[in-house]
């Protein structure tokens, strides 16, 4: 059925009917009905409401990104609503439950710090050297804000790292959404030459990090350099030094998720900053789904490189007809390309043909942990607003 | 040639969109499962260490935990953690002169007061009767190693060993 859908030959893949859309979409519907199940028969009204919300936004997206054959503006509405409304729901809980965004020592010593997985990388020296984990948190459920603990965590991140890979960063991460908003927002970017080698400091960032989470026995990246700490939830300032972390945060939030998203149209944490992002670029290579450019009908107009918000196409990169490791499969420079040279790929097969076919497997795979993981959170942040409304 | 890597890239991808819809049933569950039977733990320095014995006093416990010593360039001190359980069976004042090595000799003399309000903010001085540990005055929460806090029903204090 999929096949009809498929172009045989590279190019721009055209708009479909609207009934091939609807028919595409089905498995999207279902799937998202069914994840947000659970939601609709709890008896909280709000809940009830954000549940049909989130699987409505969700299936309306899909179906458009099948409608139009675009991928990554109709993600961006995901991104970034998952990006807006994780803050929100996770800071109401934490000052329901704790009354502030600061966290207590006493909530480290009992274990309930919420795990996200931006420190799993700076985990994996420490746990092999010493079986230890260094992150004031719970391995199973704590109570609190501990969530379902580490082990949840790390095994819903290796599940959905396994499906999309480095597409983790487009499709699964709730930090992304917040820059990828602002960069959506200048018509133009104000700074255009930006050094490609800059490129490369997620990488040194990534190894600092693991050395000094080793050394310390500390997330150190928590502590000192992660900018949605500002977003989240910080470590309570009891001196100076906690002062100074905080200010670290505020500061780094401003510069790389606020102002330099507005001024170079691109996701400048995920690029110059996040370790998370550097380590995850390694399962771009375990990952059956990528993007290659068809030298074949390509111009080289740039376009596609000025297109991809994490600088993941270099000049060389498009001579090869591939992308950079760093790309998270966002479907920016697919959709920018203006002769369809730029295409979603599945490894092992020919380069442009079938990919539509290719586009259409790595989407299935990548809604379904989206509306699995971010519907969640779309909808947790929803609910929160809802319960202030209604 | 290109047809067996051809096929088996959509055998991939196809085993990838199963892998998908299989994640909120069985991945992520097995992945958990395989995490937890790792065998790592909660670095000591955030949980205390493991309990070693409780002493009984009048209608509460004190919990004495092994001692933890710090990984490394870890910047805290070795220390040893004190629980006094439960909190709504303690005195107001706590004096109590504990045998925390196990060698029928007290070890430390920790007084604090115990608040009816459970947020409100508790400090402790610690008198140590043996010079392995090191006295501390109007302690509050500062750091990991030299501490009081109120956990759930317990009073933690936390006494630095002085490496002697």
């Known amino acids: 059925m999929a096949d009809a859908a498929c172009t045989a030959f590279a190019g721009k893949t055209p708009p479909r009917t609207w009934s091939r859309a609807l028919l595409l979409t089905l498995p999207i519907v279902l799937w998202s009905l069914f994840m947000s199940m659970q939601g609709l028969m709890q008896h909280d009204r709000s809940l009830q409401i954000a549940n049909a919300l989130t699987a409505a936004f969700l299936i309306v997206l899909f179906f458009m990104m099948m409608k139009t054959s675009s991928t990554y503006r109709w993600r961006r509405w995901f991104f970034v609503a998952l990006g807006v409304l994780f803050p929100i729901g996770f800071i109401h809980n934490v000052m329901v439950l704790r009354g502030s965004m600061g966290i207590p020592l006493e909530e480290m010593i009992a274990g309930r710090t919420p795990f996200c997985f931006l420190p799993i990388p700076l985990l994996i020296l420490p746990a092999a050297l010493t079986k230890t984990l260094v992150f004031p948190g719970s391995l199973l459920p704590g109570g609190g804000m501990s969530g379902a603990g580490m082990a949840a965590m790390a095994g819903l991140w290796l599940a959905i790292t396994l499906v999309v890979g480095k597409g983790w960063c487009s499709y699964a991460c709730f930090f992304g959404g917040i820059e990828e908003g602002m960069a959506a927002l200048p018509k133009k970017a104000q700074w255009k030459k930006l050094d490609p080698r800059l490129r490369l400091v997620p990488w040194a960032v990534l190894l600092a990090m693991v050395l000094l989470s080793l050394a310390l026995f500390e997330p150190a990246y928590c502590m000192w350099l992660c900018p949605f700490k500002a977003v989240s939830e910080y470590v309570a300032a009891r001196n100076t030094v906690g002062m100074v972390q905080n200010g670290i945060f505020v500061v780094l939030f401003a510069a790389l998720v606020v102002v330099l998203p507005l001024l170079t149209k691109k996701r400048t944490q995920c690029t110059f900053l996040c370790p998370f992002g550097a380590f995850q670029s390694i399962f771009n290579k375990t990952s059956v789904f990528d993007i290659k450019i068809d030298r074949t009908v390509c111009s080289p107009c740039m376009l596609c490189q000025k297109s991809c918000p994490t600088m993941s196409l270099s000049d060389e990169s498009i001579k090869k007809g591939e992308t950079l490791m760093s790309c998270m499969k966002c479907g920016a420079c697919v959709d920018a390309c203006p002769k369809g040279a730029a295409v979603w790929h599945i490894r092992g097969t020919q380069v442009a043909v079938k990919p539509e076919r290719a586009r259409l497997m790595f989407l299935y795979a990548a809604w379904a942990v989206a509306a699995m993981f971010g519907g969640s959170i779309i909808t947790q942040g929803l609910a929160t607003i809802l319960q202030r409304v209604i | ?164």
């Open chain 2, 1 to 164: 040639m290109k047809w067996p890597t051809s096929k088996l890239g959509y055998t991939v991808a196809g085993m990838t969109v199963l892998a998908a819809v299989l994640v909120p049933f069985l991945l992520m569950g097995l992945f958990t499962k395989g995490f937890t039977k790792l065998g790592l733990h909660v670095d000591e320095m955030y949980g205390g260490g493991p309990t070693v014995r409780t002493i009984r006093a009048d209608g509460y416990t004190v919990t004495i935990h092994r001692e933890v010593y710090p990984h490394l360039l870890q910047t805290e001190k070795p220390f040893v953690q004190l629980d006094w359980k439960p909190v709504s069976a303690l005195p107001q004042h706590i004096s109590d002169a504990v045998d925390v090595d196990g060698d029928g000799q007290q070890d430390v003399r920790v007084s604090f007061d115990v608040p009816k309000d459970p947020k409100a903010p508790l400090r402790v001085d610690v008198e140590a009767l043996n010079p392995r540990y090191q006295a501390m005055r109007n302690v509050g929460k500062g750091k990991f190693s030299e501490l009081i806090v109120r956990v759930d029903d317990a009073i933690l204090v936390r006494v630095p060993l002085t490496g002697q």
